[in-house]
């Protein structure tokens, strides 16, 4: 059974600061990771993926992937309320397998 | 990315109606359609995957003669609820393949409610 574990939240954050998501999954075979926003009542939409240890980075979001602790992560710098959603994690274990995700972490970025 | 399109965006029905959710690729040719859903506070689950011109494939638990997909062009997947109970109730999301794509995007979602 494939699992992607994250903390539910809310993280609650005040604006301006970083906010630090994380992600832990079972499946050792798993090759990218994606970060998805979901608002409320809303489909999610894609963040960012990573596929190789270590950070990436895209504008004020970063991810960062340790495989050897089967750990993806995301920070958000200079958090503003627009960010407040909740935030879903979703692993696959190659290019010809669907995503397994998390239950998502709510973040609120309070101005 | 890709422009997905899904009617309706929101429906109310009696129980034991069928419901029809459309999703439609806008900007590319989708071999392949995953169709979600997701209840209250609950993570995505994938239902079933459709691929165009063969039969869809069903997630286990999920009941095949109840949730019926159509995926006769490479633009178009249909899901339709079949005698629709209130534990239907849910938000449906289609998301366009092929398989092997780096990413995967999603329509906006069908928010279904039957009373």
């Known amino acids: 059974q494939k699992e992607v574990e994250q903390n539910s939240g809310p993280l609650s954050v005040p604006e301006g600061a970083i906010a630090s998501l994380n992600c832990t999954y079972s499946?050792?075979?798993?090759?990218?990771f994606f970060w998805y926003r979901q608002y409320s009542g809303k489909s999610p939409e894609l963040i960012m993926f990573?596929?190789?240890?270590g950070d990436k980075e895209d504008g004020r979001f970063t991810a960062q992937l340790n495989k050897a602790s089967q750990y993806v992560s995301l920070l958000i710098r200079d958090s503003q309320p627009s960010d407040s959603a909740t935030y879903l994690c979703?692993?696959?274990?190659?290019?010809?397998?669907?995503?397994?995700f998390g239950k998502g972490t709510m973040l609120l970025v309070s101005p | 990315g890709a422009v997905v399109s899904q009617h309706p965006s929101r429906v109310i029905c009696k129980s034991g109606t069928s419901v029809k959710i459309e999703c439609r690729s806008l900007d590319f040719q989708a071999t392949t359609m995953f169709w979600y859903r997701q209840f209250p506070k609950q993570s995505l689950m994938l239902m079933a995957t459709?691929?165009?011109?063969?039969?869809?494939?069903?997630e286990q638990g999920v009941e095949k003669d109840k949730f019926l997909i159509n995926h006769a062009s490479l633009t178009l997947s249909t899901l339709t609820v079949t005698s629709a109970h209130p534990e239907d109730s849910s938000f449906y999301i289609c998301s366009p393949g092929p398989l092997g794509q780096e990413t995967q995007y999603f329509g906006p979602g069908t928010r279904l409610l039957v009373l």
């Open positions: 459709s691929n165009e011109g063969s039969k869809a494939t069903y």
């Open positions: 499946d050792r075979g798993s090759q990218s």
């Open positions: 979703a692993v696959r274990n190659s290019g010809y397998s669907t995503l397994t």
């Open positions: 990573i596929y190789s240890n």
